[in-house]
């Protein structure tokens, strides 16, 4: 498999997190996201993927799955040891709630379309970017703390499409000084899966394309 | 079941259309979005949904599922008949993609709760807001108007999990006047979908909250 992959971009890192806790060898090709204007929207990257986001997966007889979660569930469907979804049907709702949370109600609004457009179209300034990019963490992090446990993981005590997607967002706090004082759960969580070597492996500066 | 809702909801509207589809009875509750600066806000509904979104689907044991793509996958598993996902998992990968360009790049950016961000933080004006609005909605439409085929449908020959998110979405292009001119296989699926029964009750102004 191919992975179209950018070490920061976090939809790319949760599939290098399930490729490497699925032990599943994959090919890292770097789409730049920032040189050049941004490669993904180069004629040769939209051919594979039309609305030009990173990341894509390329399978062995060519075909290109789009769309991070979507990927997410054909990897656990395709190779299902170990499971990232627990096997009942509850079960399942919730981490798949807990990973939209991330994926829906933060990731999508914080996405670099997003904040060139606000500093673009719309003349808002750094500060206040800034300021949006961390809200919208703090209020999808408030919705998770209030739901989770103390299992070290986000669900039951092994790695879930919840964690694939929190860890990854986590990085992104970190990263842009999101107060995580109020987030003791989230915080133990992140430290506990980075113990892991597939999460670890998948983190952006340990990546072949890291700056 | 209970299922929280309002009628100009997107995220409800796709549970709707779900339940129609399946034949699931269900007890309209209306959380009024607007009505008092929004019940999703008070102290009652956030102890059955923190995060005081619109929908959750109450189960009979009172358990509350949250997050709309979660519950469209339970309500799936649960009540296989009529399949929202195609038999297999590639096809399944596809309709999961095509959902995912509207649930994760679509829908939360167009949120109200991001449109009342733009308006109060950031002061951005109606008629910018509008662009905006628009601009998203355009952009997710190119992206799905390039992979889709002509069948009726968005993926084979009976409604599926993108159908389910896209025909709300149509509804907001429309109300928000969205040029639809670029759109041809968009706009016949959900003329088509339309004609089906269960859509048709989903539609907002065919709920009891309609206004």
Redesign the interface.
Known sequence: MKLYDYWRSSASYRLRIALNLKNIPYEHICVHLVKGGGQQHSADYKAKN??G?VPALELEDG?I???S???L??LD??HPTPALLPSD??G???V??L???I???I???NNLR?LK??AG??G?ADE?KM??YR?WITKGF??LE??LGNTGFCYGDSPTLADICLIPQVYNAHRFNVDMTPFPKISAINENCLKIEAFDKAVPENQPDAE
Do not use: K, N
Request: aromatic letters at 10%.
């Open positions: 039309p609305q986001f075909t799955l789009t769309q979660m979507a990927i569930e054909y469907e395709t049907a509850l399942r709702a919730e798949r709630s990973a939209q949370v994926a829906s109600d990731h999508p609004v997003i457009y606000l179209e719309l808002v206040q300021t949006w809200h408030e919705a209030a739901r």
